[in-house]
Antibody, heavy 121, light 106 residues
């Protein structure tokens, strides 16, 4: 079974840093791009970042560009999100998600359980 | 690409039909997917690529549309279908999601 298990969340002050991890299993890690999606308390889903299968290409939402860095370790089947200069509005549940792709495109077939990040003084 | 769902909230009696629409600000082909999220759970896909069924999802869920206008239908709503539903476009990065439609059981 596919499993995506996030860790590394917590409470941090504005301007602080956190590093999220997502340990993956149950699929061929190196075959898939991976993404982070977040959900602020009581709000909807918001795209954060994408990294391609070999880690050579990344994309970011404007709201996190320049502050967050996505990376992956294809030997340890782990996805990361380094978050710096955190702001109160980064407070959210952060999901690690896996995509599945066909000729026409891709969609999210698995979501992790999420990890909570709280930015507060 | 902005996705706008309608309605934001729907209160429905069991066995009624539910229709949720999602409009995209530009054409996205069939790269539109629907997710169901129950309280304190991660989202799960219920329809992929506009109209394709997903293994394990009841057949009362169906989708249609193309280009900029899409619809999720739930025929004969069951109590377990109470959730928030999101549309999602994967046509181009950044991915975007609709604001969500909360379906409540009357």
């Amino acid at each position: 079974d596919v499993q995506l298990v996030e860790s590394g969340g917590g409470l941090v002050q504005p301007g602080g840093s956190l590093r999220l991890s997502c340990s993956a299993s149950g699929f061929t890690f190196t075959n898939h791009a991976l993404h982070w999606v977040r959900q602020a308390p009581g709000k909807g889903l918001e795209y954060v970042s994408t990294i391609n299968s070999n880690g050579g290409s990344a994309f970011y939402a404007d709201s996190v560009k320049g502050r967050f860095t996505i990376s992956r370790d294809n030997f340890k089947n782990t996805l990361f999100l380094q978050m710096t200069n955190l702001r109160v509005d980064d407070t959210a549940l952060y999901f690690c998600v896996k995509e599945d792709c066909a000729r026409v495109g891709c969609y999210v077939d698995y979501w992790g359980q999420g990890v909570v990040v709280t930015v507060s003084a | 690409i902005v996705l706008t769902q309608s309605p934001d909230f729907q209160s429905v009696t069991p066995k009624e039909k539910v229709t949720i629409t999602c409009r995209a600000s530009q054409s996205i082909g069939i790269n539109l997917h629907w997710y169901q999220q129950k309280p304190n759970q991660s989202p799960k896909v219920v329809i992929k690529y506009t109209s394709q069924s997903v293994s394990g999802v009841p057949s009362r869920f169906s989708g249609s549309g193309s280009g900029t206008n899409f619809t999720l239908n739930i025929d004969s709503l069951e109590v377990e279908d109470a959730a928030t539903y999101y549309c999602h476009q994967s046509r181009s990065l950044p991915w975007t999601f609709g604001q969500g439609t909360k379906v409540e059981i009357k």
